[in-house]
């Protein structure tokens, strides 16, 4: 995006957090927020697994710590978000099953800017909080996307993979 344009990433892993600050450094149009996103301006139970891209939320509100591999996360709706933002052309979430709960507490950021999306199905971290890609496409049609396989090799019949979606 240049000097022009922000990029906001939201990383609740608090190493990965550290790891993107250091890496992003020299671009200070980009904003790092050490929060999970979903469909509630609350707090979250996280679980860390040693593959940071494999840690995830595993219960949101009333958040107790279950033990040393998990953490509570803060967890943010993106309208929270939307006084920051002038525009807003692309957004990707991947986010180990809370894909479906992220676009809910984006309706108001949809809605005015119309990004382009890039999101992950992942068939178990989808179950793991009582999910399927059913809930992740019903929730893409109720917020007006369309969407279509970003590598035309993959399917449904893959356990995970990620859709281009764009607005009607």
Known sequence: VGGTGHVFAFEPHPAAVV?????????????????????????AEF???DNAGASHVLRVGGAVKLSKSYETVTIRKLDRYLGLMQRLDLCHFDAE????????????????????????????CLAR???????????LT?????????DPNTGPQNEQRNLLCLPL
């Open 97 to 124: 099953g809370m894909e479906p709960r992220i676009l809910d507490g984006a309706t108001e950021v949809l809605a005015k800017f119309r990004p382009v999306i890039v999101l992950e199905v992942n068939h178990s």
């Open 142 to 150: 109720k917020h007006r996307y369309q969407w279509r396989e970003l």
């Open 19 to 43: 790891c993107l600050g250091r890496n992003l450094a020299a671009y200070p149009w980009v904003h790092v927020r050490r929060k999970a996103l979903g469909d509630v301006n609350d707090y």
């Open 129 to 139: 909080l009582g999910l399927t890609e059913a809930d992740v496409l019903a929730t």
């Open 47 to 49: 679980k860390k697994e």
